[in-house]
């Protein structure tokens, strides 16, 4: 086929090729195998099973033998990509090894075809394993370029699962752009490091992802522990608050001492109440009101809210915004509690100083950094931050950041920690955009 033509004079090249029909798929595919056997190349062969039998079937009618199609090694994608798990760029690369290491040879010539493939996830983890995984495979063919002299390989991408965002990061690490009807230079191609510099950072960013479903599932048994509590601390109240209703109504005129009592168990019994009422806002399900929010003027709105608190202190707050047209698509309210709570973890955090709330577009997302320049996060405290029940107040329920993480969970977005000591901590909420 012609664009495969196109393919055979480069001596080098990385291809990304993006498709939306499947018979065009397996014809390209076809032919990129064919023109390979057909000058002895070692061609690796990465898909779904039914795809390389259909391949192979168009192989033989068009006249190749088993012996010569016997040279084509393959590979199940599902093997290669650990579909059963999220995508872990890491362990992708050690398979790929794996299956090229034999083969790089001085004086052979690699021809490579591979399936992207992996198991739904959240765009906000994919997006940077995917980006990472080819930019470590377009470092690693570089180094084949060095050994072999000769190489082609092309990723596959179903057009129909890319967001915008990953296209442009597949842009960037591919030489070359493939569609089901053209083959181009990719015009965002920039040969750099690895966006992950070091391997710590790279398997702290890993272990990130594999933890992600431990902590969702310890988030949800803490909502379902948190509403057996609410329930039985607001019964307990209900009779509690009945009987002492009761007991004022019959005493009449009592003493000031005995008044200044009675003021103190009903002060006492509010404030049982808002903790049942933050259990209970952690069991119920909070995206109900839906909507379209402008984030920016949220924000806006939440300073005003806030300002009286920060006055006490002395505290300022500043709010930044790349596009004050954003918008976000959900609950209201629930947004709002997620902001009061970080702005009063940062007022509370300091004596004084300045909180900065930034509004940033990030492709498909809308991130807001909540910092504050306040002393910063200890290890010790860091190490629980978001656990059940913790909390370094000594009134605290340890509540409020697991709300803020819910909240934003069932929004679809993530909440992330950035702490220093002596500098400040950063809150970064990160939600879909509209």
């Excluded at 093997?79 to 798990?85: D, K, L, R, S, V």
């Excluded at 048994?221 to 509690?240: D, F, M, N, P, W």
Aim: negative net charge; contains cysteine.
């Amino acid at each position: 086929m012609e664009i495969t033509k196109d393919i055979e004079s480069l001596l080098v090249g990385h291809v990304v090729y993006t498709y939306t029909d499947n018979s065009k798929y397996i014809e390209h595919a076809t032919s990129y195998v064919a023109e390979g056997l057909a000058k002895n190349h070692i061609i690796l062969y990465v898909d779904q099973p039914t795809n390389f039998a259909s391949v192979k079937e168009n192989l033989r009618n068009a006249g190749y033998s088993e012996e010569q199609m016997a040279n084509i090694y393959f590979v199940d994608t599902d093997m290669a990509y650990e579909t059963h798990e999220d995508f872990n760029a890491e362990a992708v690369l050690n398979n790929l090894n794996d299956f090229f290491d034999p083969h790089v040879k001085e004086g052979n010539i690699l021809r490579g075809w591979g399936l992207v493939t992996w198991r739904p996830q959240s765009k906000k983890t994919l997006i940077p394993s995917v980006a990472l995984h080819e930019q470590n495979f377009d470092d690693f063919f570089s180094r084949v370029a060095n050994i072999t002299g000769n190489y082609i390989n092309i990723c596959a991408y179903d057009s129909l699962s890319l967001s915008g965002s990953l296209l442009i990061e597949l842009l960037q690490t591919h030489e070359y752009h493939m569609t089901d009807t053209h083959f181009l230079p990719s015009h965002l191609y920039q040969k750099g490091p690895v966006p992950f510099t070091g391997v710590t950072k790279q398997l702290q960013f890993e272990n990130e992802l594999r933890n992600h479903d431990t902590r969702r599932d310890k988030l949800d048994i803490t909502g379902k522990l948190a509403s057996i509590i609410a329930h039985e601390l607001r019964s307990s109240l209900t009779v509690i608050q009945g009987r002492l209703q009761l007991l004022d109504l019959t005493t009449g005129d009592c003493s000031e001492a005995s008044q200044t009592q009675f003021d103190g168990i009903k002060k006492g019994l509010a404030e049982i109440e808002q903790i049942a009422s933050k259990f209970l806002s952690l069991a119920e399900t909070h995206v109900v009101n839906l909507k379209v929010i402008n984030i920016t003027e949220l924000i806006e709105v939440v300073k005003v809210q806030m300002e009286s608190d920060m006055d006490m202190k002395a505290i300022k707050m500043h709010v930044k915004s790349d596009n004050t047209k954003m918008t976000i698509f959900g609950d209201e309210l629930k947004t709002k509690q997620v902001f009061i709570n970080l702005i009063k973890n940062a007022i509370e955090a300091m004596e004084t100083g300045t909180i900065t709330l930034q509004v940033k577009d990030d492709h498909d997302h809308v991130t807001i950094d909540v910092s504050d320049n306040g002393p910063g996060i200890p290890d010790d405290i860091l190490s629980q931050i978001g656990d059940p029940f913790m909390s370094s107040k000594v009134d605290g329920t340890g509540l409020g950041l697991l709300i803020c993480e819910k909240i934003i969970r069932d929004h679809n977005g993530n909440l992330l920690l950035n702490t220093e000591m002596g500098k400040g901590t950063t809150f970064t909420v990160s939600l879909p955009k509209l």
